[in-house]
C-alpha cells in the first residue's frame, strides 16, 4: 500500500509514508486499529465518517477505530502514522 514500517511493538506500530503522489481518492474503508498522523509535507484531504478534513505539513489527525474513511492526496505527501494495535499484526492493513 505504500507505507514503511519504521517501528512495531505488542500495542502500537509507526509507518511513514514517503512522497505519496496526487491521483484518485483511496477506497474508503473501516480499519480495526486507531490511527493518529502527523503531516511531514504536501497536503491532503481526510474524509472522515461524511467530514472533509484538509491537511498540510505541521497537522495532525485521528482515524478511530472502525471509523469509515478514504484520502485523497493533493499535493506530494509524506506522513508519520502510528496504529494501535499495530496495523500490519495478522494482515489487518490489507486491502
Known sequence: MGQR????????????????????????????YETVGYVVGGRAELHLEGEVITLSAGDSWTVPKGASHTYEIL???????????????QGRDEP
Open 5 to 32: 514500517y519504521l517501528a512495531s511493538g505488542e500495542s502500537v506500530s509507526m509507518r511513514l509514508w514517503d512522497g505519496e503522489e496526487p491521483g484518485e481518492p483511496k477506497p474508503e474503508a473501516e480499519r480495526p
Open 75 to 89: 499535493e506530494t505527501f509524506t506522513a508519520v502514522e502510528a496504529t494501535s494495535p499495530p496495523a500490519e499484526a
